[in-house]
């Protein structure tokens, strides 16, 4: 039965694939030892040689810790010696675990013994079983170390490499280094990543501000540095970078900067001064500079704002350009001098004295609409340097309205002529200005029915220079259109649109006016007038919205008279705004009158009687009609002689 031996040393964690550490470092090195998990028993005794690598400093070091299994021991510290007794129970055995480490300063080779003694007979188990170290298990009862810190030696170049390698042997067995590829097998040779390298890095490094002009024009103004490492160092890691203003004392300016340029902002009238410390990446800072490595002055420029008086011109408008020269820092006094405005590089007008700081250039009106460079050039003055400053300034074409000319039309009426009328000329211009036409189209046409139907403008080949053209539509309103009115006697009805005689029917009671759409009317937007009666009222009214049909009826038929009928205040039914155009109309009524003559006598009577008879004019029977039952009999000759010597 045997213990196993896996194990390591574990040092300093660095910089880099070298791990670089600085000469002034406390170095940590922990040597661990565990007993295989394929071991077949537990290790009784555990002896650990470290010699150390000369480049050590051997008087800095300290042990710290030691331990194994559940038990964890700290050294106090400045300990290059110590040794204690650790009371142990394994196998359900009481032993002892003598530690003992041990530095010798004179040859530099550290020492470790952990031996399990039996108390009663101050020698090892005698059971082989029995040992302080256990094999592993996963618990970490089979795992020992020992860990202590030792600095360099004072003075190593940069790049001295410092290596430890221990040699662990358990129970009195074959000792192992811990660089071994194989723990067990040592014929597979050595692991160079196993020997805790650290590599030394014993200089700061250097940097430095590069040169800047002796003044800036402007506040804000790049700073750039670099720096490098010793040869064979770490390398930078970051720099601070420090400024002074007017010889005051350095303040932090950019903290820990991996950057090697930013912008500084200052002020005017004031002269920075810059120096930079580098650090590299084991912590060795350089010294700080005695002096600047770089400075520069911010002379006072002055600070200039132009604007016009109108914001966003239009054309035609009258606008001039106001310029304020200010100082760029406080404390400097107010600027002086002349100014001049400039138009796209040509001089507008003369040179301006500023008036304090100001001053406002002539006034103009002429500008074309198009895009300009405002420009005003400062002359200086003792205090201030010559500048120039420039504005974009884009004159926008005015606006004419281009209105279609709202239009209006009876149903059924031939589409009115579509006109526009162009309006908003500025700075005296007229429509002269004006090339080529807009163009107008409806959707309405000769039988639309009514409503309101847009007309609708385009550009078309319209131009014009200085000008945009904001296109108004309007609308075309068709009209409901009385397209018939008709007098209802018996059951005939006869139409007075283009009547030109009297009318000689004695029954008419009743008056149709038939629209060409669907209206909103009422019995008293009628009124019937006469010579003989000066209103006739109405008993009744009915409108028919399929026929669009309205009818009003009368009380009594008409007698002779000469009337005037008036129709108005009607509105289309869909679109109450849209009316309907107002109708009028004369007409005469005399009972008996079948020739139209104007008198009743006995050519009336010979015309009705031949209508009885079925001879005479044909074009006369249906005058002769009068009562309107659709013959003519005794009962319409009896009315024209009841109205003999009746005359309008």
């Known amino acids: 039965m045997t213990s196993h031996d896996p194990n390591s040393l574990d040092g300093p964690a660095g910089y880099g694939q070298d791990n670089f550490v600085s000469d002034t470092s406390q170095l940590p090195y922990q040597i661990n030892f565990e007993n295989d998990p394929t071991a077949t028993a537990p290790a009784q005794q555990v002896d650990i040689t470290d010699p150390l690598d000369p480049n050590l400093d051997w008087s800095t070091f300290q042990l710290t810790a030691v331990g194994f299994g559940k038990t964890y021991i700290a050294i106090p510290p400045g300990r290059q010696h110590y040794d204690t007794t650790v009371n142990v129970t394994e196998n359900d055995q009481n032993f002892e675990v003598v530690v003992s480490l041990n530095l010798d300063p004179a040859t530099g080779i550290f020492t470790a013994s952990f031996q399990s003694i039996d108390p009663s007979t101050n020698l090892p188990p005698a059971n082989l079983l029995t040992g302080f170290l256990p094999p592993e298990d996963g618990t970490g009862r089979g795992i020992g170390f020992v860990s202590f810190t030792v600095s360099p030696n004072a003075g190593l170049a940069t790049g001295t490499q410092i290596r430890n390698v221990a040699l662990v042997t358990f129970d009195l067995g074959q000792s192992i280094a811990t660089d071994q590829v194989n723990d067990q097998d040592p014929t597979q040779g050595i692991d160079p990543t196993k020997q805790a390298l650290v590599t030394i890095d014993s200089v700061p490094p250097t940097s430095s501000v590069s040169p800047l002009p002796a003044n800036e024009s402007t506040t804000s103004f790049t700073v750039t540095w670099s720096g490098q490492d010793d040869p064979g160092g770490s390398g930078v890691a970051f720099y601070n970078i420090y400024e002074s203003e007017d010889g005051g004392p350095y303040a932090l300016w950019q903290s820990d900067t991996t950057q090697t340029s930013a912008t500084f902002t200052g002020n005017y009238g004031h002269t920075y001064a810059f120096y930079s410390v580098a650090t590299d990446n084991v912590g060795n800072q350089e010294a700080t500079p005695s002096a600047a490595q770089a400075s520069t002055t911010c002379f006072g420029e002055p600070g200039i704002a132009l604007a016009p008086s109108i914001s966003g011109p239009v054309y ?153 053209f904001n296109l108004v539509s309007s609308t075309l309103t068709v009209q409901p259109k009385v397209l018939d009115v008709r007098l209802d006697y018996g059951s005939k009805s006869i139409s007075l649109i283009g009547l030109n005689r009297d009318l000689p029917f004695a029954t008419i009671k009743a008056i149709d006016v038939i629209f060409s759409d669907n209206v909103a009317v009422n019995m008293g937007q009628l009124s019937l007038t006469g010579a003989n009666v000066s209103s006739y009222g109405f008993s009744g009214f009915s409108y028919n919205p399929v026929t669009d049909d309205a009818t009003w009826t009368l009380p009594s038929a008409i007698g002779v008279d000469h009337l005037m009928m008036a129709l108005d205040g009607e509105t289309f039914a869909a679109k109450p705004t849209i009316g309907v155009n107002p109708f009028a109309t004369k007409f005469a009524v005399l009972p008996g009158d079948i020739n139209g003559d104007g008198v009743v006598n006995a050519q009336d009577m010979v015309l009705a009687r031949n209508a009885m008879l079925g001879t005479g004019d044909p074009s006369m029977i249906g005058w002769a009609d009068l009562d309107g039952n659709g013959v003519v009999d005794i009962n319409d000759y009896n009315a024209v002689r009841k109205n003999i010597g009746q005359h309008l």
Do not use: E, K, R
């Not at 001049?340 to 500023?354: E, R, Y």
């Not at 006109?419 to 080529?436: A, E």
């Open 316 to 468: 035609g408008q009258s606008l001039s350009f106001t310029v304020t020269v200010s100082p760029a820092t406080s404390g400097l006094p107010t600027p002086t001098g002349t100014v001049q405005f400039l138009i796209d590089g040509a001089n507008f007008g003369s040179p301006v004295i500023l008036v304090n700081g100001a001053a406002t250039s002539q006034a103009i009106s002429a500008l074309s609409a198009a895009q300009y460079t405002i420009s005003v050039s400062y002359s200086g003055d003792p205090d201030f340097v010559a500048s120039t400053t420039s504005i974009p300034l884009v004159v926008a074409p005015a606006v004419l309205a281009v209105t279609a000319d709202n239009q209006t039309m009876n149903h059924g009426d031939v589409v009115p002529a579509l006109t526009y009328t162009v309006s908003g000329f500025v700075n005296g211009d007229t429509s002269s200005v004006v090339s080529g036409s807009a163009s107008l189209i409806t959707t309405a046409t000769s039988s639309s029915p009514a409503g309101y139907y847009p007309i609708t403008v385009s550009a078309g080949l319209l131009a014009a220079a200085n000008y945009t």
